[in-house]
Each structure stands twice: as C-alpha cells, then as structure tokens.
C-alpha cells in the first residue's frame, strides 16, 4: 500500500496537513478497497470509518439496486446510532466503538453534527488496477503533451480520478472520455458534432485538458486550486479565492455553490490516483504497450467503407483506432468529415498505401441532412416516425437524451437518406431554418412540445 507523499515530495502538488487524511483515505478506496466493498464514513472526517459492508457482484442481476438499498441501510443505520449517542451514552459494543471515534468534551454535540455526514464509498481496487494497465497505451503521448504545454507531466494521472482511463466513459451529467469534458466545457476546445465528438479521442482530448489546465494555472497561479478548478470549475475557484485566498483555507472553510464533497476532495483524490498509480506501475507486473499510430488528415469527406477497403482494415479497427468518429460514420450513414486526422496504425504498408490514395475516393461535401422545426403537439417519437428513422437516431443526431421536453420551435436534425429529401415537401418552411442545436437537452419521447417560454 503506497503512503501519502511528503510536502517536501514536489513543490507544484503539495500535501497540506488540512488535506493528509483525505489522501489516505482515496489512497485506501483506489489501492484496498475492492469493488464488492463500500466504505460508511464522515464525509467531513474521512478518518472517521464507521464499518465496511460487503456489496453484490457488479455483474450479478439487478447488483446496482441491491448495492444501493444494502448502502442506504448501513447509512441510515449509524446515523440513528449518532442520534442515540448525541443525548444518550452508548448501550452496545456497536455504540461505543463509534463513540471512540469522537474524543473531546464535545463529542455530543460533533455527533449530532455527523449525523448528516454519514457518507457511503465503494471501493475501487480493480478498476482502478486496470485503469493503471489500460493507461500504458496512452501515457508516454499524454506525457509529452504536458511537456510541450510546459506543465508537470504528473497530470497524467488525473484520468485515473476523472475516468479510470476509460476513453469510453460517460457521467450521468453527460462528461465524455478519458478527460471527461461536459459538452458545454469541450466545445471550447474540441470538435463535438453529428459526426465526430474529440472527447472520446484520449491525445485530442489531453490537447484541450492541457489548454484548459494551463489556463486555469494561469489564472490562479496555484496547482491545487488549478486541479480543483477542473472540477468546480475556472470561474468558482475564483470566487473562492476572492473570499478565502489559500488553497488550504478553501478547503477548510469554503462551501458554497456546488463546492461539496466531491470538489473539496479533488485534489486529494489527485494526489492519492498519483502514488498509487505510480506503485501500481513497478510492482503491477505490466502495463498496456504503448500504441504506435500514423495520421492522415483528409482532404476531403470519405465513406469509412473506403477507408476500410484501402487499408485493408475492418470497420471495427478504425472504430477502434478512431473513438471520436460517432456511430453515424462507422454505419456509413455519414461520411468521415474533411480535414479530420485518421488515425492509422503505424509501420507496415501504411505509408506507401497513403501515398496510392487516389483523390476520387473523396468527396466534397456531407451527405444531407434535413431540419425538423417542432410544431405544437410533435413528440421526438411522432419525428422519428414521421422521418421514418429511429428515435434513437434523433435523440443521437441531436445530442439528446430521454428525460427533458422538446419546445415549441426547437430545430431538430434529421439524419439524411437518399430519399428523405422527398419527406415534408408540402411544408417548406418547417425545413428551411438552419440547425440550431441546443446545449444539455435531451427528450422525452412520449411528451408534447411545449412552448419555450
């Protein structure tokens, strides 16, 4: 089990006393704790553990219910032990080993107060393990982006807290990829459309953490409150800057806004990700090889079909090779977008077969798309089926999910086809408006437009 680092280990990510019990509680979730664990504790005192419950297998049927209600139970069950130990002295074994935990002649009264502390945390062993495995493809790349930023190469690690260096990974909140960008943070700096979404690409998506990273250092002249700021967000950290000034008084004092939990542990939990990845990765056995490529940027659009004929590669390699180009291409309803950097596999034939591409496989446009404007009582289902796709397709062309009402007047875009063009021709108008489409919307399928007012 790898140990807290010393504040004399680095002087751009230093451990503050403040925040030394909190590293080695994530130390502990990220290196001891497995998946089938969850750790009850005092989210304001992560010193303070109450018990470790035993979970259901991830992949048993309905684990993530049962993991829930086995958590809520062993929650609620110290905070009615707290309630009891706030006016009573303790009556049981139970009662008095978590009475030991509060020391001093407050120790009532702080009971009280940790009755709406009680927090539930399941372990992360194994994914975190093959997060250290997975991120060997990547590192030495994502290494050298930072270097070329002139920023510590140890933000490497950070994935691991964000993602687990999952490129593939999605947050309830919509965050994508290895670095997870929210759209509305990732279209400052990446390509996110119909076509291509650069989150789910590990090196662009480093760029634009590198770029967002380096402007938050900038900003704030602090890596602590930089690597919080990533999570929090550029402007909050400003805001509690202004009113606490240090990182450590941040942490100590600040809760505002959206300051909880999770961004008053950011940092920590970056530190921790830091030494046990670094432990991890002597003592594992192995990482992932680290992946060579070749890029060919497009001069024009392409059908993924060509591509795949070509290089003599399956669709499913290039999907693989290429994670931001969206299903739309990979299906070949879209053509790969002119100007995108193909990532192929480097060394063999590669080069020469790039040199004999001929320019006719290119073509100079998009395949079409047609624009639904909603009317009064449309649902996403009744555009679907009139545009005779599927709703899946328009929640997906549009960037939608399944729980937020459609307005009246919203743009929606339809996924062309050949003979698509031909639909709503007797309304002209209800398709002549340019796309419009909207930040973290999404649809409920069965609901009526309503008027955005």
Not at 408 to 421: E, R, S
């Amino acid at each position: 089990m790898p140990c807290a680092a010393s504040p004399a280990a680095g002087q751009d990510f230093p451990l503050y006393p403040a925040i030394s019990k909190n590293v080695q509680f994530w130390e502990k979730i990220y290196a001891v704790y497995s998946l089938k664990q969850a750790v009850i504790h005092d989210s304001e005192d992560l010193s303070k553990i109450y018990q470790v419950v035993s979970l259901v297998d991830l992949e048993a049927p309905g684990a993530q219910q049962q993991n829930a209600a086995i958590q809520k139970q062993a929650c609620e069950k110290y905070r009615s032990i707290l309630r009891r130990l706030a006016v009573q002295a303790p009556s049981s074994p139970e009662e008095q080993r978590v009475a030991a935990l509060f020391a001093g002649k407050n120790a009532r009264q702080e009971m009280a107060l940790a009755v709406n502390n009680v927090r539930s945390q399941s372990g992360q062993k194994e994914r975190f393990l093959s997060g250290v495995v997975t991120a060997g493809a990547y590192l030495t790349e994502i290494k050298n982006i930072f270097r070329s930023y002139n920023l510590p190469e140890e933000l490497a690690h950070l994935p691991h807290v964000e993602s687990s260096f999952n490129i593939k990974a999605y947050s309830r909140i919509g965050a994508a990829g290895l670095w997870q960008f929210t759209r509305e943070t990732g279209i400052q700096y990446l390509t996110i459309d119909y076509t291509v979404d650069e989150r789910l690409d590990p090196i662009a998506a480093t760029r634009a953490a590198a770029k967002y990273l380096a402007k938050s250092f900038q900003t704030l002249n602090n890596w602590p409150l930089a690597i919080t700021s990533y999570n929090y967000g550029l402007g909050g950290m400003m805001r509690a800057v202004n009113e606490e000034g240090t990182y450590e008084r941040i942490f100590t004092n600040y809760s505002k806004g959206y300051f909880k939990f999770a961004s008053r542990n950011f940092y920590s939990e970056f530190l921790a990700a830091r030494n046990v990845a670094r432990y991890l990765e002597k003592n594992n056995g192995g990482v992932a090889a680290e992946v060579k490529y070749r890029y060919l940027n497009l001069p024009g659009y392409v059908h993924v079909q060509e591509i795949s004929h070509h290089f003599g590669l399956p669709v499913g390699m290039i999907a693989e090779l290429n994670p931001a180009l969206r299903p739309p291409v990979i299906s070949g309803e879209k053509l790969i977008p002119k100007g995108y950097a193909l990532r192929l596999p480097a060394g063999g034939k590669t080069n020469q077969l790039i040199a004999s591409l001929s320019p006719s496989l290119f073509k100079n446009g998009q395949k079409a798309s047609l624009n639904h404007r909603v009317q009064r009582g449309d649902t996403a289902k009744s555009i679907a089926r009139l545009h005779k796709i599927s709703l899946k397709t328009l929640l997906r062309a549009n960037n939608l999910g399944q729980s937020t009402t459609i307005r009246l007047g919203q743009n929606l875009l339809i996924p062309g086809k050949a003979d698509a063009a031909t639909i709503n021709e007797s309304k002209p108008k209800n398709n002549s408006t340019r796309i419009n489409i909207q930040k973290n919307v999404t649809t409920k399928d069965n609901l009526l437009a309503k008027d955005s007012s």
